[in-house]
């Protein structure tokens, strides 16, 4: 089970993201069109910043009483994550891996120059281990 990390990832050009400056309208048309609960937020360096949730796209609409028109004026940036998901780097092991991704349903990862290169979803991680217990139970 020493697999490295990498074999779990999904590249950056298959994932979908949110840039800093995005609006909260276009997060919310991204995330419905892609079925997602959450989605990384990038730097227009490429740079790994943060991940929202619906929840957190929901909670700022109301504090903020925003409409659909409204929120093509509001930042991503501005929108506060209630919940912190980790980030793991490129040299990082199978163990740390699954010390962050047993409480989130993926892990960012980044590369040695803190650049995001993709990101590794919990189902691939227990897809993995699922064929490694069949394997050992032959």
Avoid: C, W
Avoid at 53 to 76: C, M, Q
């Amino acid at each position: 089970m020493d697999k490295n990390i990498l074999f779990f990832l999904t590249p950056k050009a298959e994932v979908e993201y949110l840039l800093e400056g995005d609006t909260v309208r276009q997060a919310i048309e991204k995330m419905e069109y892609h079925n997602y609960a959450s989605i990384p937020v990038l730097s227009k360096e490429g740079k790994y910043l943060k991940s929202i949730s619906e929840g957190d796209l929901l909670r700022f609409i109301k504090k903020e009483n925003l409409n659909l028109e409204r929120a093509e004026d509001a930042s991503i940036k501005d929108v506060p994550s209630l919940k912190d998901i980790r980030a793991i780097h490129v040299y990082k092991n199978m163990i740390d891996l699954l010390d962050i991704i047993v409480n989130q349903n993926f892990v960012p990862v980044l590369d040695d120059r803190e650049n995001f290169i993709g990101i590794i979803t919990r189902k691939v991680v227990i897809e993995y281990l699922e064929s490694e217990i069949k394997k050992s139970s032959d």
